[in-house]
């Protein structure tokens, strides 16, 4: 058990000795205090000898204190004191940490932070951002930091991809990517308040595709592709007959295909909105002929890469076959033949043939009625026949 001492010469100061260690010629001292204030007793400990401290110091230590006590300023206990002390050295820190996140650029935010989390994102979606970012963000607002980046900023990057007739669907990207930063930068306390590019907007241009093959030029362009063999054949058929994105055909395992019930299931779609497609006769016997061609092979991929991974893009193949079939000196790419028109062309058939947009939305997989509805104008004599139910 620890017995004090109190100091004769210092009234308020007092140690106790250690059992066994020295602190040069004499034993080691652990020094402390007791006095009262406010109605209540202190006792605080300071420290040892070895650390520095002496009766002297502690009663300089215990003067002070009393010196607050009596005027009513400052601390009245170590304990306030080291609380007091702490407090002061988080305000800093945060302080510290606060100036660092408001001096932080857009750029830097980027490199250290927002791109490392955009690995889960498709290929095409990640050289597609990062190009965005490269030529039209980075240039503009690159150096600037976040949290002083202002509407105008937004507008001048406007102005610079309008004046390069860039397409309105560009500028939206461009303002997403932004945004999309913003929203993390926000949620980890950088910047405050809505992205600026919300207050900012984008010039209304109709830039969806208009052009879709009739039945002649499909059956032509298959045969120019069953010519040269490959996957482009068969994934250009199946785009043209269910309907389907170069992303899911090239997402397709043999586990998603039903032969027998001549279905095929569409899981996490860019719509967001898993379907089934149905596979007419000419799909069946394509994909039985590339399961029995291809039976053993290491991927599971329906359609895989040379390295068995998913493909990230179609092959060159099919724009050296349809850009001098169909695109020669067209310019306007809403009239161009692109991998995504036969897509196009298989909604514009079926509306041609009297389908109702409803069960059109279902099987394109539209999370939106409105993107169904831009294929209305293909089926005048399906509003006539709806009108004549009225006829007595």
């Known amino acids: 058990m620890r017995k004090w001492i109190t100091s004769e010469k210092y009234p308020g100061v007092r140690w106790y000795e250690h059992s066994t260690r020295k602190h040069g010629p004499r034993i080691d001292r652990c020094f402390g205090l007791r006095y009262s204030a406010c109605g209540k007793r202190f006792q605080p400990t300071l420290g040892w000898g070895s650390e520095g401290w ?14 607050n006590i009596r005027t009513g300023e400052g601390c009245i206990s170590l304990s306030e004191k080291r609380e007091i002390a702490t407090k002061k050295r988080e305000e800093e820190t945060q302080k510290r940490e606060s100036d660092k996140k408001a001096s932080i650029t857009f750029s830097e935010f980027w490199d250290a932070h927002y ?12 050289k597609t951002e990062e190009g965005l970012y490269r030529n039209w963000i980075a240039p503009a607002i690159g150096a600037t930091p976040l949290s002083d980046i202002q509407p105008k900023d937004i507008e001048i990057i406007k102005n610079a991809l309008l004046k390069k007739k860039r397409a309105s669907s560009t500028i939206r990207y461009v303002f997403a990517v932004i945004s999309q930063l913003w929203t993390q930068a926000r949620r980890d306390n950088y910047v405050h308040g809505n992205s600026p590019t919300q207050q900012i907007s984008i010039p209304k241009q109709d830039n969806r595709r208009e052009r879709f093959l009739t039945p002649e030029e499909a059956q032509t362009l298959l045969a120019e592709l069953k010519q040269h063999g490959g996957h482009t054949h068969d994934m250009a058929l199946l785009a043209l007959r269910c309907g389907l994105r170069f992303g899911e055909i090239a997402a397709l395992t043999w586990n998603d295909i039903d032969l027998a019930e ?12 898993n379907r089934q497609a149905y596979l007419l006769e000419d799909i069946v016997v394509m994909l039985s002929n590339r399961r029995e061609k291809h039976h053993g092979q290491n991927s599971d991929l329906v359609f895989p890469s040379t390295t068995g991974e998913k493909m990230s893009s179609i092959s060159n193949v099919f724009s050296k076959i349809v850009d001098p079939m169909f695109n020669e000196g067209i310019k306007d790419v809403r009239l161009r033949v692109c991998f995504h028109t036969l897509r196009h062309t298989f909604a514009s058939w079926l509306v041609q043939r ?38 007595m």
Do not use: N
Request: proline content about 3%; glycine content about 6%.
């Open 115 to 126: 791109w490392p989390q955009q690995s889960h994102k498709a290929k095409g979606s990640t």
């Open 262 to 273: 001549k279905l095929t299931s569409i899981r996490d779609t860019k719509g967001k909105v």
């Open 354 to 391: 009297s389908v109702d947009l409803y069960s059109v939305k279902e099987l394109m997989g539209h999370q939106d009625f409105k993107m169904t509805q831009r294929y209305s104008h293909l089926s005048p004599e399906g509003l006539r026949r709806a009108v004549e139910v009225l006829e």
């Open 54 to 67: 002496t009766e002297v110091k502690a009663a300089l230590t215990l003067a002070k204190l009393k010196e």
